[in-house]
């Protein structure tokens, strides 16, 4: 052992002459376990938060999206075509948006309306993999069967807005009307609800509503044409490649937008989000590592004697400078090391048990509190506590270090 740690440790294990100094020491602790709790345990909640965030966006939403400058186009199966044969590409599926009315026997509300392809729609978006889209039949057509009436997907919150279940019978009304002798008319339409669809975003579930391809082309009397190309890539993170890509293939008129430009400004708000949070939070280690400054230089005051008999002997600045150093990165180290394994067990306390249930119309989505440790924001924190618990010792040492030894053997 070297004779700095070996005084350093007699300071710290002696019992203090002023109580007062052993009592800012154990705050000093406390407050740095307190801190890098409390940085642990936010940046995991906020980092669950962005990432159940994502994956929820991305199970309702397509990577990428596709549409053309001039608007609806008609030559959707060769652009299908061209789009699965670009690499990184997943699957595909065309559809069809506007914004409706929908009305039921209780209550009225706006919708945005998708057309979607039954047999493509669930390699896309997730949230539709099981759910029936039956087409509208008129009467008498094919085998002279009789009427059938389209089918209709809605969000669950969004059937719970208008009160309705499976089976029952709603009223779509478009914009998109005809001219009549009185003026403009709507076109209306019956659709039966066949199904409910919960991706868990609030906002999504009580805005879409979800019919198929063909019955939104009759009902906007668009014939052949889509809106666009929603496309799933099998790297999330090449989304942008991928789309610069396809728009490569089919050449100029055509533009792409993917998942992290539609959702920019949510994200971004999120991150500035984290980085106030651990300023914030870091200035509760910042007040811990003031503490530790008072716990050493009051340490310095009583020891003034001891440190002039110890210069005396033959002891170098830099090694008094050192075991003060030493003592105030243990106080850190200490208090860190409880503050790492406290936040991690609060941690696993709200991933096991579902301490708060987040509502919808404040959070983005209803569930629990996420949690979501990473390595490099816990090791992030670590350092920064004892980063700032070393800068905090370095001026007791340094006083300490320059005390007249002549001096303090005579009037200590």
């Excluded at 939104?216 to 989304?239: C, F, H, N, P, W």
């Excluded at 610069?244 to 055509?254: I, T």
């Excluded at 070393?390 to 006083?399: C, I």
Aim: net charge positive; charged share 15%.
């Amino acid at each position: 052992m070297s004779f700095e740690f070996f005084i350093g440790g007699r300071y710290l294990r002696a019992k203090q002459k002023q109580a007062f100094i052993s009592l800012i020491t154990y705050l000093s602790i406390a407050g740095v376990a307190v801190g890098v709790m409390a940085l642990i345990v936010v940046i995991a909640v906020m980092s669950g938060f962005e990432a159940d965030l994502k994956a929820r966006i991305l199970g309702g939403q397509a990577q990428a999206i596709l549409m053309r400058h001039t608007g609806p186009f008609t030559e959707s199966a060769e652009v299908m075509r061209q789009v699965e044969s670009v690499s990184g590409v997943a699957a595909a599926t065309p559809f069809i948006y506007t914004q409706i009315m929908l009305r039921s026997t209780s209550a009225i509300t706006g919708a945005v309306l998708r057309g979607v392809d039954p047999a493509t729609v669930g390699s896309v978006l997730k949230t539709l993999a099981q759910v029936n889209l039956p087409e509208g039949r008129p009467p008498g057509e094919g085998d002279g069967a009789a009427a059938a009436m389209p089918g209709i997907v809605l969000g669950k919150e969004l059937a719970k807005n208008l009160g309705v279940v499976v089976g029952d019978v709603v009223q779509l009304i478009s914009p998109r009307g005809m001219l009549s002798p009185v003026g403009h008319v709507p076109a209306m339409k019956q659709f039966k609800v066949s199904g409910y669809f919960e991706s868990g975003m609030y906002e999504y579930d009580q805005t879409f509503a979800y019919i198929n391809l063909r019955d939104a082309q009759r009902l906007l009397k668009m014939g052949d044409a889509v809106s666009g190309i929603e496309i799933r890539v099998t790297d999330i993170y090449q989304a942008r490649a991928v789309a610069d890509a396809v728009l490569s293939r089919l050449g100029p008129g055509y533009y792409a937008r993917d998942w992290m430009q539609l959702n920019r400004n949510l994200f971004k708000a999120l991150k500035l989000e984290r980085r106030v949070m651990f300023i914030i939070l870091t200035l509760i280690v910042l007040v811990a590592a003031f503490n530790i400054a008072s716990s050493l230089i009051m340490m310095v005051m009583g020891k003034t004697k001891d440190i002039a008999i110890l210069k005396a002997m033959g002891a170098t600045e830099r090694s008094i400078r050192k075991i003060f150093v030493l003592n105030g990165m243990v106080i850190g180290t200490i208090g860190t090391g409880l503050g790492f394994i406290l936040g991690l067990g609060v941690c696993s306390l709200l991933e096991r048990y579902n301490i708060h249930e987040l509502t919808g119309d404040i959070y983005y989505f209803t569930t629990q509190l996420p949690v979501k440790v990473e390595v490099l924001d816990v090791a992030a924190i670590v350092i920064a506590a004892l980063v700032i618990c070393f800068l905090a010792t370095l001026y007791p040492a340094r006083q300490a270090a320059r005390l007249n030894t002549v001096e303090a053997i005579r009037y200590g």
